[in-house]
């Protein structure tokens, strides 16, 4: 197995991605110290589709991706990314989205465990009272995104 991990600075915070085996696994804001264990393309992609998107100029990402959950947090990982740029979605609608409209707890538990955080736009579900709640990242982080996608 190939395993390539990079942390980085961001507009955001440190993130740390890592790749195996050609696939992004994980993007997690860090408090790590800058780090770069052995480079890859991917990552180099990577690097640049997020620069990118926080200069404004990418809406969607273009990375081959793997996650490893339980089949309703797979489906709900994959629902995120059908959220499009700028929109937010709240849990009841992302429940609704994944036929169980009653499971909206779940889908935020699901969606609080997201490891590819931004590249999987976890960021764009709200209370449907339309408040923040929370982050990984911080009520300030996720502000700043959705405030990035809105302008």
Same mark, same amino acid.
């Given at each position: 197995?190939? &395993?390539y991990?990079?942390?980085t600075?961001? %507009?955001?915070?440190?993130?740390? #991605?890592?790749?195996?085996?050609?696939?992004?696994t994980?993007c997690?804001?860090?408090?790590? @110290?800058l780090?770069?264990?052995k480079?890859s @393309?991917? #990552?180099?992609s990577?690097?640049?589709?997020l620069d990118e998107y926080?200069?404004?100029?990418? &809406?969607?990402f273009d990375?081959p991706?793997?996650t &490893?959950?339980?089949?309703?947090?797979e489906i709900?990982?994959?629902?995120?990314r059908?959220? @499009?740029y700028?929109?937010?979605?709240s849990?009841?609608? #992302?429940?609704q989205q994944?036929g169980?409209p009653?499971a909206?707890?779940?889908?935020?538990?699901a969606?609080?465990?997201n @490891?590819i955080?931004?590249i999987? %736009?976890c960021h764009r579900v709200?209370?449907a009272?339309?408040?923040y709640? &929370?982050y990984a990242g911080?009520?300030?982080v996720?502000?700043m995104?959705?405030? #990035?996608?809105?302008n």
């Amino acid at each position: 197995m190939t &395993s390539y991990t990079v942390t980085t600075h961001t %507009p955001v915070g440190k993130l740390t #991605l890592i790749e195996k085996n050609n696939l992004i696994t994980h993007c997690q804001f860090t408090t790590d @110290p800058l780090h770069v264990d052995k480079t890859s @393309p991917l #990552l180099s992609s990577a690097l640049n589709q997020l620069d990118e998107y926080f200069a404004g100029y990418r &809406s969607e990402f273009d990375l081959p991706l793997t996650t &490893s959950g339980t089949s309703f947090q797979e489906i709900i990982w994959a629902t995120l990314r059908t959220i @499009p740029y700028g929109e937010q979605w709240s849990y009841q609608k #992302l429940a609704q989205q994944v036929g169980n409209p009653k499971a909206y707890r779940a889908a935020g538990s699901a969606n609080a465990l997201n @490891p590819i955080c931004i590249i999987i %736009p976890c960021h764009r579900v709200v209370l449907a009272s339309g408040k923040y709640g &929370s982050y990984a990242g911080g009520d300030d982080v996720k502000t700043m995104l959705l405030d #990035l996608e809105r302008n």
